[in-house]
């Protein structure tokens, strides 16, 4: 994680193939797929072009509402996204907010940052699955 609170990984596969492997995990650990926005279709929509960029947006309410239990603001940052995109090579990438730095963001302390913590956990091995 940079000072940004992104975490970005490396995928062994194309953009298209690491969103496919990221849905399919998110389905078999029973987490919500709320919204998938394709920004590339859309620059093509007005006449303009963009490298594969994907937008998963995902989330399980068990997960994230401790969080905004303690403050409602974190709602903001929830549900969680990944955005799978390739760079001008052709190598994909997927990026994510990293949930102890949204934890910090908004000053949650105690259990609120214990939650973010298996949070930003789960969500590591949900990117490492659809990347490796």
Not at 60 to 76: E, I, Y
Not at 94 to 122: C, K, N, Q
């Amino acid at each position: 994680m940079d000072d940004s609170g992104l975490v970005t990984i490396q995928s062994a596969h194309s953009a298209a193939e690491t969103l496919t492997r990221l849905e399919a995990v998110l389905k078999t650990k029973g987490i919500q797929v709320f919204a998938r926005i394709d920004h590339a279709a859309g620059a093509v929509s007005v006449g303009l072009e963009l490298r594969p960029t994907l937008l998963l947006i995902f989330g399980d309410p068990r997960a994230g509402t401790a969080l905004m239990q303690a403050d409602q603001r974190v709602g903001l940052d929830l549900p969680l996204k990944a955005l799978i995109w390739e760079d001008a090579g052709g190598q994909a990438f997927v990026t994510y907010s990293d949930p102890r730095w949204i934890a910090r963001r908004h000053g949650l302390t105690g259990p609120a940052v214990e939650a973010a913590g298996r949070l930003a956990a789960g969500l590591e091995g949900l990117a490492n699955a659809a990347t490796g």
